[in-house]
């Protein structure tokens, strides 16, 4: 057996070490802005990579998804009147490494990808394990970081079944058989 080593509360490095060894499902938040906040540095669709995603309540149904409070995906969900929670199966590890990138990187993606939109227009990825549309219902900030729920309108099954982690700094998927 080993031993736990212990550090403060406040250090911020044990706090990420740990914290990678959690691993995550793999999303792509993608939204859609309202006309007034659409401009060359707010595009009207942007998307960000999500491993701080997760269901909160059935009924009604809500999401939670938790960005940065530095970060343009904060504002971009303030901003919008609907986004989606695109789920990624294992071969779109690409597609989350290029919404992990600086803006401009991130618009030249939309000419890479294929998708469809759902009901509100906001793009959902061909060939995802599913997504969830939905309208924000509240941010909660918490420390650094926001929490924003969304009340979901649509869901969508999709394709796949082998869902996309995040562990340690790598992509990998779920082996089923232990």
């Not at 059935?58 to 999401?63: A, L, V």
């Not at 919404?99 to 998708?115: C, D, G, V």
């Not at 420390?143 to 649509?154: A, C, K, M, N, S």
């Amino acid at each position: 057996m080993s031993a736990l080593q212990t550090s403060a509360h406040t250090d911020a490095d044990a706090f990420k070490a740990v914290a990678r060894t959690w691993a995550a499902t793999v999303t792509v938040c993608v939204a859609r802005r309202k006309p007034e906040f659409i401009s060359p540095e707010a595009p009207e669709f942007d998307g960000f990579t999500a491993t701080s995603f997760q269901t909160v309540s059935i009924n009604p149904p809500i999401i939670l998804v938790s960005v940065t409070n530095a970060s343009s995906a904060s504002a971009m969900l303030r901003e919008c009147s609907s986004f989606t929670m695109n789920l990624l199966n294992t071969e779109h590890a690409e597609l989350a490494g290029m919404f992990s990138r600086p803006l401009a990187e991130r618009q030249a993606a939309w000419e890479k990808i294929a998708f469809s939109s759902d009901a509100a227009g906001v793009p959902l990825f061909d060939g995802i394990a599913g997504a969830f549309s939905a309208t924000p219902r509240a941010f909660v900030e918490t420390g650094d970081h926001t929490l924003v729920l969304g009340d979901v309108t649509e869901i969508h099954k999709g394709e796949g079944n082998e869902t996309l982690v995040y562990h340690d700094r790598a992509y990998g998927k779920v082996h089923k058989n232990l």
